[in-house]
């Protein structure tokens, strides 16, 4: 066939189809999207602050920036939940990428409360005594200098100060308000990275040990890209199983009640082997945000070595919008592949719960004990999620709730706790506490007690909603395993209790820096928060149930 007979086939064929009228204009809810574009618009501002406000003003702005955009953004749930978007307006927003429903919404108030507790942390500027007559923060002067060398001791003389924390944090916040509401794959990855890069570059700019926090940077850099690159891999082999990236499409194609076949991809479509091999790699890479055991190796290492503000807000944050990404995904894309998943998250969650709570009575440190605590309380929250019931859904998101709080709260304290070199974060440090300063002993003791799990603290009702659910479910053994899983978790939160208020104080013990209003605030609040959803927890079960219903 010559050139000019091929050219005048496709020429006929083109003008045999039908003439484009127009292109339809991409249809986009503003309105129901404004917390995600408040926050990202703050960032952006933020960006421009450091980059035309003169450098004496820039902490004063960008603290100002974000605690005003994160409060709007929370305005901006509360408007859509009381406009019936949670519930009987619940719908897919931004053509088909977004939902907005009942748990969309309340994650991300949970994720915006807890950003505006980590902007206290971050602001924090009265715990370290002043360097050069400059009031000093817990980042450091330069991020960009080179540990120990000239250039930084200069950076500190001059009394730099690194406030580009603030947009940072704000772009990762506005990652994870999208994280639990993608509605298609593409949407999940872009909102991962988007959360995941400024993660990276916080953890690495601690103002002391700067070395252990750049380590812990590295480490958190590579095992997250290849967690990343695992649901990439993932999204491309379910693409390939389903012919679409719409977590809708890809529900009917699984179920089998899809309609309107492509013939290009009939020959793949329904592959089983991709389904499952894609699914697993997805689910792997959500399992790995949440920490849960065997994708926990950072964890430990990442809590020890970032800035004690960075660890609070991450050790919250993060577990809300990875646990409500993996529900929209278990709930709404794979429910008839239930059989499949069900088995694998039973051994995740027992695994889970039993590692973290057992390493943890191994742990000299703090902060690693805290991680560790993370770790098994993800087992404790994986049992809702395999309850696969609208319980199980209101169990976690209760639970994410109160977490959240009081992980901000613990690691606020632990920001009080200084010696020479800082935070003094090995537990022997942590002796005779209570005599020295009962305030904060007792504020502390009272977030590992709601850790426990302990009657009248939020944590007893947020472990009991879940494992309630989970018994509802027909999965009582995993109920089992998660009490005396909570029984050895107990034993180390109680020796911490006893080694602050039972040993005697050493002489050359840590001092208790005053905080400012800013970390008082974020303290009382999680305070506050651990004892009215342990005592009265009612209103905000009742309020996670109505909100425990997915949209598809």
Request: charged content about 10%; hydrophobic content about 55%.
């Amino acid at each position: 066939m010559s050139a000019s007979a091929v050219h005048s086939l496709w020429t006929t064929a083109a003008t045999a189809a039908e003439p484009i009228s127009k292109i339809d204009a991409p249809k986009i809810e503003y309105g129901q999207l404004s917390p995600v574009l408040i926050v990202i618009g703050a960032a952006v501002i933020g960006v421009l602050v450091e980059a035309f406000v003169p450098r004496k003003s820039r902490y004063y702005a960008q603290v100002f920036v974000a605690v005003v955009a994160l409060a709007a953004a929370f305005a901006a749930v509360v408007a859509l939940a009381a406009g019936g978007y949670g519930t009987t307006k619940a719908h897919i927003a931004a053509m088909g990428a977004i939902a907005v429903d009942g748990p969309a919404l309340f994650l991300q108030g949970t994720i915006l409360l807890a950003g505006l507790l980590g902007v206290f942390t971050f602001a924090e500027r009265r715990l370290d005594p002043e360097a050069h007559g400059n009031r000093v923060d817990a980042f450091a002067a330069q991020a960009s200098a080179v540990p120990g060398s000239d250039s930084e001791k200069a950076a500190v003389k001059a009394g730099f100060t690194t406030t580009e924390v603030f947009p940072l944090l704000l772009f990762a916040i506005s990652g994870m308000l999208v994280f639990p509401a993608a509605n298609d794959l593409l949407t999940l990855f872009v909102a991962l990275e988007v959360f995941s890069l400024p993660l990276y570059l916080l953890c690495a700019v601690a103002r002391r040990k700067r070395l252990m926090s750049q380590e812990a940077a590295v480490k958190y850099f590579l095992l997250g890209a290849f967690a990343s690159a695992f649901t990439l891999f993932g999204i491309a082999l379910l693409y390939g199983y389903a012919g679409s990236m719409s977590y809708a499409t890809i529900a009917h194609v699984v179920d089998g009640t899809v309609t309107d076949l492509d013939p290009a991809l009939a020959g793949t479509m329904g592959n089983d082997v991709l389904l499952l091999i894609g699914t697993a790699l997805v689910v792997m890479g959500l399992l790995f945000k949440v920490g849960a055991v065997p994708f926990h190796m950072w964890t430990p290492d990442v809590y020890q070595g970032a800035p004690t503000p960075v660890t609070g807000f991450m050790a919250a944050a993060t577990k809300v919008a990875a646990f409500g990404a993996l529900l929209r995904l278990l709930y709404v894309v794979l429910p008839g592949l239930r059989w499949d998943w069900r088995p694998v998250m039973w051994a995740v969650a027992i695994v889970t719960m039993l590692g973290g709570a057992i390493v943890a009575i191994t742990q000299t440190d703090i902060k690693r004990l805290l991680a560790y605590s993370s770790i098994a309380h993800a087992g404790f929250i994986l049992a809702g999620v395999i309850a696969t019931s609208p319980d199980g859904v209101s169990s976690v998101l209760f639970y994410l709730g109160a977490y959240s709080f009081v992980t901000i709260g613990a690691f606020a304290v632990v920001t009080l706790v200084r010696d020479a070199g800082g935070e003094a974060t090995h537990l022997s440090k942590w002796a005779g506490l209570g005599r020295r300063s009962p305030l904060v002993a007792a504020v502390f003791a009272v977030f590992l007690l709601a850790f426990a799990g302990i009657p009248l603290t939020s944590g007893f009702a947020g472990k009991f909603a879940v494992f309630k659910a989970a018994a509802e479910g027909g999965a009582g053994a995993l109920v089992v395993v998660g009490v005396i899983s909570s029984a050895i978790a107990a034993f180390f939160y109680i020796r911490v209790i006893v080694l602050m208020f039972f040993s005697e104080p050493k002489p050359e013990g840590p001092t208790v820096a005053v905080p400012s209003p800013l970390t008082m605030t974020a303290i009382a609040a999680g305070v506050a928060v651990t004892l009215v959803l342990g005592v009265a927890p009612q209103y905000f079960l009742n309020l996670a149930s109505q909100a425990g219903v997915f949209v598809r």
